[in-house]
């Protein structure tokens, strides 16, 4: 069991660009978060999926979208980077009570945007 | 909305005992859960408290009083490992919120 991957683990983009971070989990959750932390701060929910073609918006949506065609994958897309979508992106899923004991978590993927 | 309250910074001594507290305000508590984040690495479950009452796991116990809105992670036994920082977190809603996170020093 490989867990929670993500791929890549960092990037820098120029202040309009675009990429999606991969997210991957063998465990066969249904559910699938993402979370953006800053320097010393905590997470911050960006999306979640609570299984396959069923997504909705965490705390801080905006800038981002997300998909989920299969169980396993849960891609998150940036749009027009800009300097504040700077941080550490985590990826997360838990099993099909709803997340709310545990959470694995990806390594994070580092993003700078200049 | 949902909020969560921690001390930003606790020191203590190796072989001691530390308390962390965390309150939080939310909609639809489902319970608080705890995570240990080491300097560049992934959060990692320690422990979850649903219902009132004291929850042992090895050194690592965690408290939740639902009339007060309150719970504490309690670390027995320090180890130099233990320096990370830790996250109280709750579930209100679909939602996840966590909380500011606490810096635990410990000190030879």
């Known amino acids: 069991n490989a867990g929670v991957t993500q791929t890549p683990k960092f990037r820098i983009l120029k202040i309009g660009q675009s990429m999606t971070l991969q997210c991957t989990q063998d465990?066969?959750?249904?559910?699938m978060y993402w979370y953006r932390q800053d320097p010393g701060m905590g997470l911050k929910l960006i999306y979640y999926?609570?299984?396959?073609?069923?997504?909705d918006k965490g705390e801080v949506p905006n800038g981002y979208n997300v998909s989920r065609s299969t169980t396993e994958d849960f891609p998150l897309r940036l749009e027009l980077a800009a300097p504040s979508q700077t941080s550490v992106y985590f990826c997360?899923?838990?099993?099909?009570?709803?997340?709310?004991?545990?959470?694995?978590f990806g390594p994070g993927t580092r993003l700078l945007v200049l | 909305g949902q909020s969560l309250e921690q001390p930003s910074e606790v020191t203590a001594v190796e072989g001691a005992i530390v308390q962390i507290n965390c309150t939080y305000q939310?909609?639809?508590?489902?319970?608080l859960s705890w995570y240990q984040q080491h300097d560049g690495g992934a959060p990692t479950f320690l422990s979850y408290?649903?219902?009132?009452g004291l929850e042992e796991t090895g050194r690592f116990s965690s408290f939740l009083s639902r009339s007060d809105s309150y719970g504490y992670l309690l670390l027995q036994e320090l180890q130099m490992k233990d320096s990370a920082s830790y996250f109280c977190?709750?579930?209100?809603?679909?939602?996840?919120?966590f909380g500011p996170g606490t810096r635990l020093s410990v000190l030879p």
């Open positions: 465990m066969n959750h249904n559910y």
């Open positions: 939310t909609s639809g508590f489902y319970g």
């Open positions: 999926s609570v299984g396959a073609g069923i997504t």
């Open positions: 977190a709750v579930k209100g809603g679909q939602n996840f919120v």
């Open positions: 997360a899923s838990s099993s099909g009570t709803g997340g709310i004991r545990t959470q694995y």
């Open positions: 408290n649903a219902l009132d």
